[in-house]
């Protein structure tokens, strides 16, 4: 068709229009869509065979070489899959959009013929007298309507035609214009389209190949991207991926990682395959830039990306690549073990100056994994995900920074935190699975926020909260899980455990004097009203949860510097072992089995 239409000035006509073969399309489309697919198996032999064949067995020079070579390869294949998925997806959308308009066309023609008019090859409309005149009362002269393809760009004139038939004609040929306009315009996009999409030198994953996905998610969007469901529930969506052909769903996850790998309540398995095709995506983008805030993001995903890819160490569970994405602070959603076959699952929400950056790549990743890690030693049937889908406040002031976050982000996060729960909820194999909430630091008043809204958060069963500020409620029944279902863990040199109750207290800004830390370490500890920033002290006896042991952790001030390591090593098996292994047994479903400590 290309060669026929160019655009506003398009030589095709209504008759080459009918004629159209969009099955040919679709052939062409399925063909590009079975080189996707093998190039997708070849990488994943590659790297799931392969790879770790080669590491395990063979050391040195050549070996190492012949890695690189590889992950090399599995990156071309990679680069083949996608390209090829784009290929495939733009043809479907371009014969989407041919058959839509081909059906316009042929009841404009079916209405022609059933009034006994004539469509000339110009597309303009023959009709027949009809009427009556008003002077010799003979039928008014039949004539000719020419179609007008933008009827909104044509100012009406006021007059009528007296022979009703020039109404119907005018009607018909506004329709085949229209039809034949919106394809020739659609023919000229889809080609521009076709001819950008060409190997880059090296089949490598630059920035171009996000812009080449972008302008088919454009032009497909009447295709697909309207069919999927954002405003539906986990469950609906859950249905509607179920409902789809294999073919629409390679399709999907082609032209929309970032979306279908985001969709709570599609399966894990999907969402996992998704984004580590999106997360290649978004590094090409990221470098391609030059601010700090990009280099921060890629940094972030190059690390993410190495562990991926890493051999797991015997006994570590499988990672799963949940959700990622470059919005706000960044957003990366890491399960160790599978959430979906799972009897127990667990997702932990990190707070305060949270983003996507090494120290979350590193160390949030290494929570999740301590934790799953040593649950699984209870129950194998174990996953661990840690949730960064949220901007928590950031701030350069450290600690001092809770005194002034609001509570804003942790509505906004609950919100989100809710819906990832619900899905994961509807997603899982087992009738009936164990599930449990983390909330560290803001985290947790991010957590507090989530069983405030509706009946509490779909599914889960357990609520563990540590490094708390406070979380919303002043009740541990209030979470909606049972007073006895909430386990609080507060390190006696937490500071963010200690700090004061609005009420009572006026906290200034810390600056980095070692005497303004001290002051503030010292006038939050000596509060003594049982209030902290957010509500009532989790770890006191009138809030009614279960508090476990946590190691003290060192002091504020120690070393000769001032340090808030004591806020940070909750999850830490070998810092914090009392701690980590209470948190390890809640979410391993024995959460009975845990050793309280006195309440505050």
């Known amino acids: 068709m290309s060669g026929r239409s160019g655009g506003a000035g398009s030589a095709l006509t209504w008759s080459a229009l009918r004629e159209v073969k969009c099955a ?77 308009q081909q059906r316009v ?32 009362g003979k039928p008014l002269a039949g004539g000719t309507a020419s179609g007008v393809p933008n009827p909104g760009m044509v100012p009406p004139t006021g007059l009528v035609a007296p022979n009703p038939n020039a109404g119907k004609a005018q009607d018909i040929a506004d329709r085949v214009a229209q039809a034949v306009r919106a394809a020739a315009d659609a023919d000229w996009r889809y080609a521009r389209i076709l001819r950008s999409l060409k190997a880059h030198e090296g089949l490598g994953v630059p920035v171009a190949t996000w812009t080449d996905a972008a302008a088919v998610r454009d032009a497909a969007r009447g295709y697909l991207k309207d069919a999927i469901p954002h405003d539906a529930s986990p469950a609906e969506r859950k249905a509607w991926w179920a409902g789809l052909t294999d073919e629409q769903r390679e399709e999907y996850l082609a032209v929309y990682p970032d979306q279908i790998g985001n969709l709570d309540g599609i399966p894990a398995l999907v969402r996992d395959a998704a984004n580590r095709d999106n997360l290649q995506l978004l590094m090409g983008k990221l470098e391609g830039r030059d601010d700090a805030d990009s280099a921060t993001k890629l940094a972030a995903l190059r690390e993410i990306d190495r562990q991926l890819r890493a051999v797991p160490e015997v006994g570590d569970p499988p990672m799963y690549l949940v959700g990622i994405g470059d919005q706000g602070n960044g957003r990366a959603i890491v399960s160790y073990g599978n959430p979906d076959t799972s009897r127990n699952v667990a997702a932990y929400v990190p707070g305060l100056n949270t983003s996507l950056d090494e120290e979350f790549a590193e160390g949030d990743l290494k929570r999740a994994r301590d934790t799953a890690v040593a649950a699984r030693e209870i129950d ?41 729960m619900s899905g994961l909820n509807v997603s899982n194999d087992h ?14 008043r991010t ?25 919303g409620v002043d009740r541990a029944e209030d979470l909606k899980v049972g007073r006895d279902h909430v386990f609080v863990g507060a390190a006696e040199n937490d500071v963010v455990t200690h700090l004061p109750s609005m009420k009572n207290a006026l906290i200034a800004a810390a600056g980095s004097a070692l005497g ?25 006896e009138e809030f009614g949860a279960r508090r476990f042991a946590a190691d003290p952790g060192p002091p504020l001030i120690g070393l000769g510097r001032p340090t808030i390591d004591a806020h940070s090593q909750y999850f830490d098996p070998k810092l914090d072992s009392a701690s980590a292994d209470s948190i390890a047994m809640v979410v391993a479903g024995n959460g009975h089995k845990v050793k309280q400590e006195s309440a505050r």
């Open 447 to 471: 957590v507090g926020a989530a069983t405030q809204q509706g009946e509490g958060i779909p599914g889960v069963d357990d609520i563990v909260l540590v490094g708390s500020p406070g979380i």
């Open 380 to 420: 194998d049937s174990t996953a661990a995900i840690v949730w960064l889908g949220y901007d928590a406040p950031q701030s350069p002031d450290g600690m001092s920074s809770l005194a002034v976050a609001g509570t804003e982000r942790a509505e906004v996060g609950g919100r989100a935190f809710r819906g990832f």
């Open 105 to 136: 066309l042929q009841g404009a023609l079916d209405d022609a013929a059933a009034l006994r008019f004539t469509v000339q090859a110009d597309g303009s409309v023959t009709y027949p007298a009809a009427g009556e005149g008003l002077v010799d």
């Open 516 to 540: 303004e830390a001290g002051s503030l370490a010292v006038d939050a500890v000596h509060q003594g009203d049982g209030g902290l920033w957010f509500g009532e002290d989790p770890a006191s």
């Open 24 to 100: 040919e399309l679709e052939q062409a489309a399925d063909g590009w869509g079975r080189v996707s697919n093998r190039a997708d198996a070849v990488r994943d032999r590659i790297e799931g065979e392969l790879l770790p064949g080669l590491r395990d067995t063979q050391k040195g020079e050549a070996p190492d070489a012949a890695v690189r070579g590889l992950r090399r390869l599995g990156t071309n294949f990679q680069y083949i899959y996608t390209e090829c998925g784009l290929l495939r997806t733009t043809l479907n959308s371009l014969a989407h959009e041919i058959k839509t």
């Open 431 to 444: 009738s009936d699975p164990h599930m449990t909430a983390i909330g560290h630091s803001y985290g947790s």
